[in-house]
Protein backbone atom coordinates (compact mmCIF):
# COMPACT_ATOMS: atom_id res chain seq x y z
CA UNK A 1 0.00 0.00 0.00
CA UNK A 2 1.78 3.46 -0.73
CA UNK A 3 2.15 5.63 2.37
CA UNK A 4 2.86 9.26 2.65
CA UNK A 5 4.62 10.75 5.36
CA UNK A 6 7.50 14.05 6.06
CA UNK A 7 10.83 14.25 6.92
CA UNK A 8 11.91 15.04 11.16
CA UNK A 9 12.44 18.64 11.69
CA UNK A 10 12.69 19.67 15.31
CA UNK A 11 10.62 23.08 14.69
CA UNK A 12 7.57 21.03 13.38
CA UNK A 13 7.79 18.02 16.11
CA UNK A 14 5.13 19.08 18.17
CA UNK A 15 2.90 19.19 14.76
CA UNK A 16 4.25 15.82 13.27
CA UNK A 17 2.90 14.49 17.08
CA UNK A 18 -0.06 16.19 17.12
CA UNK A 19 -0.89 14.51 13.68
CA UNK A 20 0.66 11.31 13.56
CA UNK A 21 -2.90 9.73 12.50
CA UNK A 22 -2.47 11.84 9.13
CA UNK A 23 1.22 10.61 8.57
CA UNK A 24 2.28 7.34 7.62
CA UNK A 25 6.02 7.37 7.69
CA UNK A 26 8.49 10.09 9.86
CA UNK A 27 11.91 10.14 8.01
CA UNK A 28 15.06 11.07 10.19
CA UNK A 29 18.38 12.69 9.30
CA UNK A 30 20.53 10.00 10.75
CA UNK A 31 23.72 12.15 10.66
CA UNK A 32 21.70 14.61 13.27
CA UNK A 33 21.87 11.88 16.03
CA UNK A 34 25.65 10.67 15.47
CA UNK A 35 26.74 12.93 18.68
CA UNK A 36 23.57 12.41 20.00
CA UNK A 37 23.21 12.11 23.72
CA UNK A 38 21.14 9.31 25.44
CA UNK A 39 17.97 11.17 26.02
CA UNK A 40 17.68 12.16 22.00
CA UNK A 41 18.17 8.57 20.94
CA UNK A 42 15.34 7.42 23.51
CA UNK A 43 13.04 9.83 22.04
CA UNK A 44 13.93 8.55 18.29
CA UNK A 45 12.79 5.25 19.55
CA UNK A 46 9.95 7.05 21.54
CA UNK A 47 9.15 8.56 17.95
CA UNK A 48 9.68 4.37 16.51
CA UNK A 49 6.99 3.22 18.56
CA UNK A 50 4.59 5.31 17.39
CA UNK A 51 5.08 6.04 13.62
CA UNK A 52 7.06 4.06 11.14
CA UNK A 53 10.26 5.59 10.91
CA UNK A 54 12.90 5.21 8.41
CA UNK A 55 16.45 7.02 8.86
CA UNK A 56 18.33 9.10 5.79
CA UNK A 57 22.03 9.60 5.82
CA UNK A 58 23.29 12.89 3.99
CA UNK A 59 27.49 12.60 5.03
CA UNK A 60 29.10 9.32 3.63
CA UNK A 61 29.06 10.20 -0.43
CA UNK A 62 29.19 6.42 -1.80
CA UNK A 63 29.53 8.01 -5.65
CA UNK A 64 32.68 8.16 -5.26
CA UNK A 65 36.24 6.49 -6.54
CA UNK A 66 37.38 6.57 -2.92
CA UNK A 67 36.24 4.65 -0.31
CA UNK A 68 33.52 6.30 1.91
CA UNK A 69 34.48 7.33 6.09
CA UNK A 70 34.42 4.25 8.08
CA UNK A 71 33.99 6.11 11.17
CA UNK A 72 30.99 7.89 10.00
CA UNK A 73 29.90 4.67 8.71
CA UNK A 74 30.49 2.95 12.04
CA UNK A 75 27.76 5.47 14.04
CA UNK A 76 25.07 5.20 11.14
CA UNK A 77 25.88 1.42 11.74
CA UNK A 78 25.30 2.03 15.14
CA UNK A 79 22.49 4.45 15.28
CA UNK A 80 20.18 1.64 12.65
CA UNK A 81 20.87 -1.25 15.11
CA UNK A 82 19.29 0.96 18.06
CA UNK A 83 16.70 2.72 16.01
CA UNK A 84 15.73 -0.54 13.42
CA UNK A 85 14.32 1.74 10.84
CA UNK A 86 12.04 -0.08 8.52
CA UNK A 87 14.77 0.90 6.08
CA UNK A 88 17.72 3.87 5.65
CA UNK A 89 18.98 5.67 2.83
CA UNK A 90 22.06 7.58 1.16
CA UNK A 91 22.54 9.41 -1.73
CA UNK A 92 24.41 9.27 -5.34
CA UNK A 93 26.88 12.02 -4.65
CA UNK A 94 30.22 12.35 -3.54
CA UNK A 95 30.82 15.05 -0.64
CA UNK A 96 34.74 15.16 0.00
CA UNK A 97 38.26 14.74 -1.62
CA UNK A 98 41.58 15.01 -1.17
CA UNK A 99 40.86 15.98 2.19
CA UNK A 100 38.44 18.88 1.82
CA UNK A 101 34.95 18.68 2.86
CA UNK A 102 32.43 19.81 -0.10
CA UNK A 103 29.72 20.73 2.75
CA UNK A 104 27.11 18.92 0.96
CA UNK A 105 26.58 16.53 -1.85
CA UNK A 106 28.10 16.81 -5.20
CA UNK A 107 27.52 15.16 -8.25
CA UNK A 108 30.81 13.33 -9.38
CA UNK A 109 31.96 12.52 -12.96
CA UNK A 110 29.42 10.11 -14.25
CA UNK A 111 32.22 7.32 -15.28
CA UNK A 112 32.51 3.77 -15.12
CA UNK A 113 34.88 4.82 -12.98
CA UNK A 114 32.02 6.26 -10.42
CA UNK A 115 30.17 3.87 -10.87
CA UNK A 116 32.46 0.88 -9.97
CA UNK A 117 33.60 3.46 -6.72
CA UNK A 118 30.07 3.29 -6.16
CA UNK A 119 28.99 0.24 -5.80
CA UNK A 120 32.32 -1.09 -4.33
CA UNK A 121 30.98 1.83 -1.36
CA UNK A 122 27.42 0.34 -1.45
CA UNK A 123 28.90 -3.10 -0.42
CA UNK A 124 30.66 -1.93 2.45
CA UNK A 125 27.76 0.33 3.40
CA UNK A 126 25.70 -2.95 3.64
CA UNK A 127 28.29 -5.35 5.04
CA UNK A 128 28.61 -3.02 8.16
CA UNK A 129 25.19 -1.63 8.59
CA UNK A 130 23.23 -5.14 7.95
CA UNK A 131 20.21 -4.10 6.17
CA UNK A 132 20.81 -2.76 2.47
CA UNK A 133 20.32 1.35 1.17
CA UNK A 134 17.91 2.98 -0.78
CA UNK A 135 19.74 5.01 -3.21
CA UNK A 136 18.81 8.54 -4.14
CA UNK A 137 19.18 10.79 -7.10
CA UNK A 138 20.81 14.27 -6.54
CA UNK A 139 19.86 17.75 -8.11
CA UNK A 140 23.24 19.53 -9.19
CA UNK A 141 23.61 22.85 -10.46
CA UNK A 142 26.21 22.25 -12.18
CA UNK A 143 26.62 19.53 -14.99
CA UNK A 144 28.90 17.01 -13.66
CA UNK A 145 32.42 17.69 -14.95
CA UNK A 146 34.19 15.27 -17.08
CA UNK A 147 31.42 12.85 -17.21
CA UNK A 148 30.64 10.29 -20.12
CA UNK A 149 27.29 9.15 -19.12
CA UNK A 150 24.43 10.65 -18.56
CA UNK A 151 22.58 10.48 -15.80
CA UNK A 152 19.56 7.71 -16.62
CA UNK A 153 22.08 5.26 -17.68
CA UNK A 154 24.89 5.98 -14.82
CA UNK A 155 22.29 5.43 -12.26
CA UNK A 156 20.79 2.44 -13.69
CA UNK A 157 23.94 0.62 -13.91
CA UNK A 158 24.99 1.56 -10.36
CA UNK A 159 21.07 0.40 -9.25
CA UNK A 160 21.98 -2.94 -11.13
CA UNK A 161 24.97 -3.57 -10.43
CA UNK A 162 24.57 -3.58 -6.56
CA UNK A 163 21.20 -5.04 -6.83
CA UNK A 164 19.68 -1.78 -4.90
CA UNK A 165 16.42 0.21 -4.48
CA UNK A 166 15.97 3.33 -5.40
CA UNK A 167 14.48 6.50 -3.71
CA UNK A 168 13.68 8.80 -6.15
CA UNK A 169 13.93 12.50 -5.33
CA UNK A 170 11.32 13.79 -8.09
CA UNK A 171 12.36 17.59 -7.06
CA UNK A 172 15.74 16.70 -7.96
CA UNK A 173 14.76 14.99 -10.97
CA UNK A 174 12.93 18.00 -11.79
CA UNK A 175 14.94 20.31 -11.11
CA UNK A 176 18.37 18.39 -13.67
CA UNK A 177 15.62 18.05 -16.34
CA UNK A 178 14.87 21.88 -16.38
CA UNK A 179 18.21 22.86 -15.75
CA UNK A 180 19.69 20.62 -18.14
CA UNK A 181 17.38 20.51 -20.97
CA UNK A 182 15.25 17.45 -20.75
CA UNK A 183 11.54 17.01 -20.32
CA UNK A 184 11.56 15.82 -16.73
CA UNK A 185 8.53 13.02 -18.03
CA UNK A 186 11.16 11.83 -20.25
CA UNK A 187 14.14 11.91 -17.43
CA UNK A 188 11.40 10.23 -14.97
CA UNK A 189 10.58 7.49 -17.54
CA UNK A 190 14.48 6.47 -18.22
CA UNK A 191 15.01 5.67 -14.73
CA UNK A 192 15.07 2.33 -13.55
CA UNK A 193 11.61 2.91 -12.30
CA UNK A 194 10.86 -1.06 -10.96
CA UNK A 195 13.88 -0.21 -8.33
CA UNK A 196 12.04 2.86 -6.71
CA UNK A 197 10.08 2.06 -3.38
CA UNK A 198 10.68 5.46 -1.89
CA UNK A 199 10.22 8.98 -3.11
CA UNK A 200 11.15 11.89 -1.84
CA UNK A 201 8.51 15.00 -2.65
CA UNK A 202 9.98 19.37 -2.39
CA UNK A 203 10.12 22.77 -4.00
CA UNK A 204 12.16 25.02 -4.86
CA UNK A 205 13.12 28.71 -6.51
CA UNK A 206 14.45 29.79 -9.58
CA UNK A 207 17.93 31.37 -9.25
CA UNK A 208 19.59 33.61 -11.49
CA UNK A 209 23.13 32.59 -13.27
CA UNK A 210 26.16 34.86 -13.02
CA UNK A 211 25.45 37.93 -15.12
CA UNK A 212 28.95 37.66 -16.58
CA UNK A 213 28.46 34.39 -17.96
CA UNK A 214 24.49 34.02 -18.37
CA UNK A 215 20.97 35.89 -18.26
CA UNK A 216 19.05 32.33 -17.33
CA UNK A 217 18.00 30.85 -14.16
CA UNK A 218 18.35 27.60 -12.96
CA UNK A 219 16.05 25.63 -10.83
CA UNK A 220 17.23 25.60 -7.24
CA UNK A 221 16.03 22.43 -4.94
CA UNK A 222 16.12 24.23 -1.24
CA UNK A 223 13.40 22.35 0.42
CA UNK A 224 11.85 26.00 1.56
CA UNK A 225 9.23 26.06 -0.68
CA UNK A 226 5.95 24.21 -1.80
CA UNK A 227 5.94 21.23 -3.83
CA UNK A 228 5.31 22.38 -7.11
CA UNK A 229 1.98 21.13 -9.34
CA UNK A 230 4.35 19.81 -11.75
CA UNK A 231 6.16 17.61 -9.23
CA UNK A 232 2.48 15.88 -8.31
CA UNK A 233 2.22 15.31 -11.93
CA UNK A 234 5.33 13.67 -12.13
CA UNK A 235 4.28 11.56 -8.62
CA UNK A 236 1.17 10.50 -10.62
CA UNK A 237 3.41 9.15 -13.90
CA UNK A 238 5.53 7.33 -11.56
CA UNK A 239 2.82 5.45 -9.54
CA UNK A 240 1.53 5.10 -13.14
CA UNK A 241 4.42 3.21 -14.02
CA UNK A 242 5.19 1.11 -10.89
CA UNK A 243 4.03 -1.54 -9.35
CA UNK A 244 5.15 -1.72 -5.75
CA UNK A 245 4.38 0.30 -2.93
CA UNK A 246 5.86 3.77 -3.53
CA UNK A 247 6.64 5.59 0.31
CA UNK A 248 7.06 9.01 0.04
CA UNK A 249 8.51 11.84 2.03
CA UNK A 250 7.83 15.62 1.69
CA UNK A 251 10.78 17.49 2.23
CA UNK A 252 10.90 20.81 4.12
CA UNK A 253 13.83 22.35 5.67
CA UNK A 254 12.77 25.72 6.82
CA UNK A 255 10.12 28.95 5.74
CA UNK A 256 7.45 26.81 7.25
CA UNK A 257 4.39 27.47 6.50
CA UNK A 258 1.53 26.39 9.26
CA UNK A 259 1.47 22.65 9.59
CA UNK A 260 -2.42 22.83 7.83
CA UNK A 261 -0.31 23.71 4.89
CA UNK A 262 2.00 20.60 5.32
CA UNK A 263 -0.73 18.29 5.78
CA UNK A 264 -2.52 19.82 2.27
CA UNK A 265 0.70 19.01 0.76
CA UNK A 266 1.06 15.16 2.37
CA UNK A 267 -3.07 15.01 0.37
CA UNK A 268 -2.59 16.27 -3.01
CA UNK A 269 0.71 13.50 -2.66
CA UNK A 270 -1.90 10.83 -1.94
CA UNK A 271 -4.24 12.32 -5.31
CA UNK A 272 -1.78 11.92 -7.38
CA UNK A 273 -0.71 8.46 -6.17
CA UNK A 274 -4.66 7.55 -6.48
CA UNK A 275 -5.27 9.22 -10.09
CA UNK A 276 -1.66 7.22 -11.11
CA UNK A 277 -2.75 4.16 -9.87
CA UNK A 278 -6.31 4.62 -10.79
CA UNK A 279 -4.79 5.30 -14.56
CA UNK A 280 -2.29 1.82 -14.42
CA UNK A 281 -5.33 -0.05 -13.48
CA UNK A 282 -7.39 1.02 -16.63
CA UNK A 283 -4.29 0.46 -18.95
CA UNK A 284 -3.95 -3.17 -17.45
CA UNK A 285 -7.56 -3.69 -17.80
CA UNK A 286 -7.31 -2.40 -21.44
CA UNK A 287 -4.78 -4.13 -22.18
CA UNK B 1 43.53 8.04 -15.45
CA UNK B 2 42.58 8.85 -12.29
CA UNK B 3 39.16 9.91 -11.07
CA UNK B 4 40.20 10.73 -7.83
CA UNK B 5 42.31 13.51 -8.84
CA UNK B 6 39.35 14.43 -10.84
CA UNK B 7 37.04 14.27 -7.62
CA UNK B 8 39.91 15.88 -5.55
CA UNK B 9 40.17 18.58 -8.37
CA UNK B 10 36.28 19.51 -8.01
CA UNK B 11 36.22 19.51 -4.44
CA UNK B 12 38.75 22.18 -4.29
CA UNK B 13 37.19 24.62 -7.05
CA UNK B 14 33.86 23.95 -4.93
CA UNK B 15 34.99 25.01 -1.63
CA UNK B 16 38.28 27.34 -2.28
CA UNK B 17 37.43 30.86 -3.99
CA UNK B 18 40.90 31.78 -5.13
CA UNK B 19 41.09 28.27 -6.76
CA UNK B 20 37.73 28.62 -8.79
CA UNK B 21 38.86 32.15 -9.52
CA UNK B 22 42.21 30.98 -11.09
CA UNK B 23 40.67 28.53 -12.99
CA UNK B 24 38.13 30.94 -14.36
CA UNK B 25 40.35 33.33 -15.72
CA UNK B 26 43.02 30.82 -16.84
CA UNK B 27 41.54 27.31 -16.74
CA UNK B 28 44.31 25.76 -19.16
CA UNK B 29 47.04 26.73 -16.82
CA UNK B 30 45.19 25.70 -13.74
CA UNK B 31 44.42 22.38 -14.90
CA UNK B 32 47.90 21.61 -16.60
CA UNK B 33 48.88 22.01 -12.47
CA UNK B 34 46.78 18.78 -11.04
CA UNK B 35 48.15 15.47 -12.11
CA UNK B 36 44.93 14.44 -14.97
CA UNK B 37 45.03 12.50 -17.65
CA UNK B 38 44.78 14.83 -21.17
CA UNK B 39 41.38 13.31 -21.70
CA UNK B 40 39.92 14.63 -18.34
CA UNK B 41 41.74 18.20 -19.01
CA UNK B 42 39.68 18.45 -22.49
CA UNK B 43 36.39 17.19 -20.59
CA UNK B 44 37.13 19.69 -18.11
CA UNK B 45 37.75 22.66 -20.17
CA UNK B 46 34.50 22.08 -21.38
CA UNK B 47 32.86 22.56 -17.65
CA UNK B 48 29.83 24.21 -17.41
CA UNK B 49 31.38 27.32 -16.13
CA UNK B 50 27.54 28.97 -14.99
CA UNK B 51 26.53 25.94 -12.76
CA UNK B 52 30.40 26.14 -11.16
CA UNK B 53 30.00 29.61 -10.30
CA UNK B 54 26.05 28.30 -8.64
CA UNK B 55 27.53 25.35 -7.27
CA UNK B 56 30.47 27.46 -5.11
CA UNK B 57 27.71 29.48 -4.01
CA UNK B 58 25.53 27.09 -2.89
CA UNK B 59 27.76 24.88 -1.23
CA UNK B 60 29.47 27.78 0.21
CA UNK B 61 25.98 28.56 2.03
CA UNK B 62 25.75 24.57 2.78
CA UNK B 63 28.57 25.02 4.80
CA UNK B 64 28.01 28.19 6.49
CA UNK B 65 24.56 26.46 7.74
CA UNK B 66 26.07 23.71 9.16
CA UNK B 67 28.33 25.83 10.87
CA UNK B 68 25.47 27.99 12.94
CA UNK B 69 23.89 24.92 13.39
CA UNK B 70 26.72 23.48 15.08
CA UNK B 71 27.25 26.50 17.23
CA UNK B 72 23.17 26.37 18.02
CA UNK B 73 20.71 25.37 20.29
CA UNK B 74 20.15 21.84 20.28
CA UNK B 75 16.51 20.54 20.15
CA UNK B 76 15.82 19.93 24.06
CA UNK B 77 17.74 23.26 24.59
CA UNK B 78 15.08 24.76 21.98
CA UNK B 79 12.20 22.87 23.89
CA UNK B 80 12.92 24.10 27.94
CA UNK B 81 10.07 26.52 28.94
CA UNK B 82 11.84 30.16 28.95
CA UNK B 83 11.57 31.81 32.45
CA UNK B 84 8.39 34.18 33.34
CA UNK B 85 6.73 32.90 29.99
CA UNK B 86 3.08 31.81 29.82
Redesign the interface.
Known amino acids: MDRVGIGWRPELAASIFSNLENIDVVEVVADDYFRAPKHKIQALKTLRSQVSVVLHGVSLGPASCISIDRGRLGKLADLVATVQPEFWSEHLAFVRAGGVEIGHLAAPPRTSDSINGAVENIRVMEEVVGLPPLLENIATLIEPPASTLNEATWITKILEQSDKPMLLDLHNLYANALNFGYRPQDLLLSMPLHRVSAVHISGGRWISEPAEISSDQRLLDDHVHDVPADVYELLKLLAQNVSRPLTVILERDGNYPSFSQILLQLDLARSALREGRMEQEKTRVAA | ?4 D ?3 F ?3 L ?3 RNALDHFLSDPIRVLNSYPLAEE ?1 KE ?2 LR ?9 FN ?3 K ?2 ET ?1 QRRKKGK ?3 Q ?2 RPRANSA
Not at chain 2, 1 to 4: A, D, E, G
Not at chain 2, 47 to 55: E, H, K, W
Request: glycine residues 2%.
Open positions: MSSIVETLARYTDELLLDRSGLVLASFAKRLSFWRM
